[in-house]
């Protein structure tokens, strides 16, 4: 049995297969005009950059400062209360703390210690007897009970503190800012003090539950009654109490103090100041985030304008692309991804420099860089999707050049 070759079906091999555009390729020609043109991707993608930069340097200058303060508060507790005197109320006067006040608050369950100092009103110190009496640079001298320290978790930075015998001659404790503004380094060196030369026996390091106490010049409640009018009435408690039972000692410590008249006393939680603090760097820190987000957009609006100037240009490249079996797709894509590796380009150069901005302030100013992972994948994602929707409408109007417009132009 023969074939009948007029009605066997042949290939036909006068269609060719569908054009495909391998991703290699793909990258490949997605990268020509940044290759070519390599200043004008420069300086494109760097309007993305800054943007990224400023978003990852805020949020990791933020994050660093909240993790140091975080230590600082594990370090020193958010157990410390203090109680001072209320102000005026209409006519009446507050009544003064009681001299036992400190011993009172003692007896609360939970109390791990309490202690008490008391400004001293018209006693100054100076650096000499030559300074004129006006320029106190703001310093105080507070008489104070001697365990002060172990109750404000405070330290000493050279010397030693005050002890019963040292309590009752002229000698003083500074504070950390009093001895810088007054020129002491060292113990044993002499201080005006209320028309006397006092010995310094201790120099503080700051204390940041109790900033009082770095701008004052510390003595004990002995002299301080003996030889500056003191009324035995301190100004401010401070009490420490287990970490369980600091709001219900907060309820009962007024009550303590000043039986008569609880509303006369004003409690107060030094570690909710730095937290308050620490909120407000967060409002500072969304409005700078917004900013960066400004300076995003803004660089996504110069890789758009960067792409419709490549498509006006690269006419001719697109028509012969197209005659050699491109398809718009191939076109469209090859303008997408030009756009998006701009984008990226600027996203991860922006990243690396927000993260070493951020790593050089924080490593500045002593804290632990923090630079969260989720700002650097998230703002290298946020440039390639801006870099995608400014890109769309050029690599559309790209696809839509018909191959002769393009050709002839």
């Known amino acids: 049995m023969t074939r009948d070759r007029s009605t066997a079906t042949a290939p036909d091999v006068f269609d060719p297969p569908p054009s495909?555009?391998?991703?290699?390729?793909?990258?490949?020609?997605?990268?020509?005009?940044?290759?070519?043109?390599?200043?004008?991707?420069v300086l494109s993608a760097l309007g993305i950059a800054i943007g990224i930069a400023a978003m990852v340097a805020?949020?990791?200058?933020?994050?660093?400062?909240?993790?140091?303060?975080?230590?600082?508060?594990?370090?020193?507790?958010?157990?410390?209360?203090?109680?001072?005197?209320?102000?005026?109320?209409?006519?009446?006067?507050?009544?003064?703390?009681p001299a036992d006040a400190s011993?009172?608050?003692?007896?609360?369950d939970?109390?791990?210690?309490?202690?008490?100092?008391?400004d001293l009103p018209g006693v100054h110190v100076y650096a000499n007897s030559l300074v004129?009496?006006?320029?106190?640079?703001?310093?105080?001298?507070?008489?104070?009970?001697?365990?002060?320290?172990?109750?404000?978790?405070?330290?000493?930075?050279?010397?030693?503190?005050?002890?019963?015998?040292?309590?009752s001659l002229p000698t003083?404790?500074?504070?950390?800012?009093?001895?810088?503004?007054?020129?002491?380094r060292e113990v044993g060196s002499q201080v005006w003090l209320d028309g006397r030369n006092t010995t310094v026996v201790g120099i503080l390091g700051p204390v940041p539950l109790a900033a009082e106490l770095d701008i004052a010049a510390l003595v004990g409640m002995p002299i301080a009654v003996a030889e500056y009018d003191y009324a035995d009435n301190p100004t401010r408690l401070y009490e420490r109490s287990d970490e369980s039972a600091v709001m219900a000692v907060s309820t009962l410590l007024a009550r303590s103090i000043q039986p008569p008249a609880p509303g006369d006393v004003v409690v107060s939680r030094p570690s909710d100041a730095l937290s308050a603090r620490a909120a407000v760097d967060e409002v500072f820190t969304?409005?700078?985030?917004?900013?960066?987000?400004?300076?995003?957009?803004?660089?996504?609006?110069?890789?758009?304008?960067?792409?419709?100037?490549?498509?006006?240009?690269?006419?001719?490249?697109?028509?012969?692309?197209r005659a050699i079996g491109a398809t718009r797709r191939h076109i469209r894509l090859q303008f997408l991804t030009e756009a998006v590796l701009l984008s990226a380009m600027g996203g991860l150069a922006?990243?690396?420099?927000?993260?070493?901005?951020?790593?050089?302030?924080?490593?500045?100013?002593?804290?632990?860089?923090?630079?969260?992972?989720w700002i650097l994948a998230g703002g290298v994602l946020a440039t390639i999707a801006i870099g995608a929707v400014a890109g769309l409408y050029p690599a559309v109007r790209a696809a839509r050049t018909p191959p002769s417009v393009a050709l002839s132009s």
């Not at 927000?354 to 969260?372: L, R």
């Open 132 to 167: 004129d009496e006006g320029r106190t640079g703001g310093l105080t001298v507070t008489a104070s009970e001697l365990d002060l320290l172990s109750v404000v978790g405070a330290t000493l930075e050279a010397g030693q503190w005050l002890n019963p015998a040292t309590a």
């Open 286 to 321: 969304g409005l700078l985030l917004a900013l960066g987000s400004i300076s995003l957009l803004v660089g996504g609006i110069g890789v758009a304008n960067t792409m419709i100037i490549s498509v006006l240009e690269r006419r001719r490249e697109i028509g012969l692309r």
């Open 103 to 108: 011993a009172r608050v003692e007896r609360i």
């Open 350 to 373: 922006g990243a690396g420099l927000g993260a070493a901005v951020s790593a050089a302030v924080a490593t500045g100013n002593g804290w632990i860089p923090v630079v969260p992972v």
């Open 172 to 184: 003083t404790v500074l504070g950390a800012t009093a001895a810088e503004r007054l020129g002491v």
């Open 20 to 41: 495909r555009l391998r991703a290699g390729d793909l990258a490949y020609v997605g990268s020509t005009g940044l290759r070519s043109r390599p200043m004008r991707a």
């Open 58 to 97: 805020v949020v990791g200058i933020s994050s660093s400062s909240r993790e140091r303060l975080n230590a600082q508060l594990d370090e020193l507790g958010t157990n410390l209360l203090t109680a001072t005197v209320g102000p005026p109320s209409g006519s009446a006067v507050p009544l003064p703390l």
């Open 110 to 118: 939970g109390v791990l210690g309490a202690t008490a100092t008391a």
